[in-house]
């Protein structure tokens, strides 16, 4: 049985409409900048990053998001696919 995709962002596209400009903040320091910067649908709640053969986890900060700033996603776990 496979596995689904996680759901990754599309850094540097052209947003979606209703999408926002959210930041991925923690995690691995080595994650590059351009994968921290993403448009993402208001009602996403996690982000999966793949970086260094395994996946780094956001989850919005629920505070930031209803504040009408930027949102926020911290990062959360690390996980990796079994071989």
């Not at 793949?50 to 690390?78: D, L, M, N």
Request: proline share 11%; hydrophobic share 30%; net charge positive.
């Amino acid at each position: 049985m496979s596995r689904p995709e996680p759901r990754r962002p599309r850094a540097h596209a052209a947003p979606a409409p209703g999408a926002a400009h959210v930041h991925l903040v923690g995690g691995p320091a080595d994650l590059p900048q351009e994968l921290r910067r993403h448009f993402l649908r208001a009602e996403t709640d996690t982000v999966t990053i793949p970086h260094r053969g395994g996946y780094e986890h956001f989850a919005c900060v629920t505070s930031t998001r209803e504040s009408g700033g930027t949102p926020v996603y911290q990062w959360t776990k690390r996980t990796t696919t079994a071989r």
